[in-house]
């Protein structure tokens, strides 16, 4: 049977990956980043406008208006929405590809590559997510220390 390997030696080999490869780890996790950027620039713009556009003059005192009243209001929301789910989605892709850079750095694999690999196999990450969550979530219906028990162990 194998031996797991001890603290220092994983610390030793994580050393290792980083010095080596330091410069695809940092290029990946630069995509989220500068894709948050533009985006974040355009959600700043949409929750101004729909939050300027919900205050109406009315007989020279400014009224508020629901912002689910206002077809602006709804259409910004859920552009908001979607913004947000875009960033999370680059994300999860930006994480799935380190794990393959990491994963297979003597292999000597780069940024394209990784993101590739990751591509491939991001449905069953989100999947095995989502029913990771299902299994905390129920722990957590048990009691509290099932719950941490669980997520300890999935995340792991």
């Known amino acids: 049977m194998a031996q797991l390997a001890g603290p220092i030696e994983l610390l030793k080999g994580s050393w290792e990956i980083l010095q080596n490869r330091w ?31 919900a205050i109406t003059s009315g007989g020279g005192l400014p009224e508020i208006q ?41 292999e000597w694999i780069g940024f394209k590559e990784s993101y590739k690999r990751a591509w491939k196999v991001l449905r069953s990450y989100l999947w095995v997510g989502f029913l990771g969550g299902l299994a905390i979530l129920g722990g957590i219906l048990l009691l509290i220390i099932p719950g941490l028990i669980f997520g300890v162990w999935f995340v792991f």
């Open 66 to 106: 629901s912002i689910a009243e206002s077809t602006a209001g709804r259409i910004g929301v859920l552009v908001i929405l979607l913004l947000l789910l875009l960033i999370v989605a680059i994300q999860l892709w930006a994480q799935v590809a380190l794990i393959f850079a990491i994963k297979d750095w003597k």
């Open 23 to 53: 410069k695809t780890l940092v290029a990946i996790q630069l995509v989220p980043v500068l894709a948050l950027v533009p985006v974040g620039i355009l959600f700043a713009i949409l929750a101004l406008t729909v939050g300027l556009g």
